[in-house]
C-alpha cells in the first residue's frame, strides 16, 4: 500500500469535491458484453456468476485508480483489493 501525495496528484481536485461528502462514493452502469465469458465458462463447466467474480476482480485489480481509497484525509493505493459481491438467495434474501 502506498499514501498518494495529493500536492502532485493530478486528481486532487477531484479528492478535494469528494472527501466532503458524507459518503463519497461513486456507482456506475453501464451494459458490458460477457457473451465470450459466457461461452467459456459453459466450455469449461463453471459458473457463470463465479466467472463474473473473477474477471471483476481482476480487472479491478488492474487499474490503480480502483484500488484507491479515501482513509481520514489521505488517500492510498493498495496492492491488491478484494472485492465483495452479493449474490441473491433462493428465498428472496442476499448471501
Not at 481509497?69 to 441473491?88: K, L, Q
Amino acid at each position: 500500500m502506498r499514501t498518494i501525495d495529493p500536492a502532485h496528484w493530478p486528481r486532487r481536485p477531484h479528492f478535494e469535491l469528494f472527501r466532503s461528502y458524507e459518503l463519497p462514493h461513486l456507482a456506475v452502469t453501464a451494459p458490458v458484453d460477457v457473451t465470450g465469458l459466457k461461452t467459456a465458462a459453459a466450455r469449461h463447466a463453471l459458473s457463470l456468476f463465479h466467472a463474473l467474480v473473477w474477471a471483476t476482480t481482476r480487472a479491478a485489480n488492474e487499474v490503480p485508480e480502483l484500488r484507491r481509497r479515501i482513509r481520514g484525509e489521505t488517500v492510498v493505493e493498495h496492492d491488491v483489493v478484494h472485492p465483495s459481491f452479493t449474490a441473491a438467495g433462493p428465498d428472496e434474501t442476499f448471501l
